[in-house]
C-alpha cells in the first residue's frame, strides 16, 4: 500500500511560479508510474502530466508544467511556470503500478488528498 502526501499549493500571482511535491510512504515509488490530476469546483478530475517509474516517458497537456521525480527521496515533483487564474485548482498526484503513464483517473490505484493551488489575476 502507496500513501502519498501533496505539499506545496498556496497562493500565487499570475504569471508566477509554484512547484509541489508529492511523498510516498509505505513503498518505495521507484516502481510506480507518477502522474499529477487536478480538478477545479463544478469540473472533472483533469490529466496534467505523467512520468514512467525510470522517468523516460513523461506526457504532458500543459506545456508549462514539468513533472520530475527523485526516486531516492521517494518524491515526485510538479513544476508550474507562467501560472494564469484558470489554473486555479486543487491537485493531486497519483500512482499505478504499471510502466507508462495514463490519462484516466480510473487507471491509478493510490492517490494523494490533494493541495490547493490559486492563482490570483
Known amino acids: 500500500q502507496v500513501q502519498l502526501v501533496e505539499s506545496g499549493g498556496g497562493l500565487v500571482q499570475a504569471g508566477g511560479s509554484l512547484r509541489l511535491s508529492c511523498t510516498a510512504s509505505?513503498?518505495?515509488?521507484?516502481?510506480?508510474?507518477m502522474a499529477w490530476f487536478r480538478q477545479a469546483p463544478g469540473k472533472e478530475r483533469e490529466f496534467v502530466v505523467g512520468?514512467?517509474?525510470?522517468?523516460a516517458n513523461s506526457a504532458s497537456v500543459k506545456g508549462r508544467f514539468t513533472i520530475s521525480r527523485d526516486n531516492a527521496k521517494n518524491t515526485v515533483y510538479l513544476q508550474m511556470n507562467s501560472l494564469k487564474p484558470e489554473d486555479t485548482a486543487v491537485y493531486f498526484c497519483?500512482?499505478?503500478?504499471?510502466?507508462?503513464?495514463?490519462?484516466?483517473?480510473?487507471?491509478?490505484?493510490?492517490w494523494g488528498q490533494g493541495t490547493q493551488v490559486t492563482v490570483s489575476s
Open positions: 512520468v514512467s517509474w525510470n522517468g
Open positions: 497519483a500512482a499505478r503500478e504499471t510502466r507508462l503513464p495514463t490519462s484516466v483517473p480510473g487507471d491509478y490505484a493510490y
Open positions: 509505505g513503498r518505495t515509488l521507484s516502481s510506480y508510474t
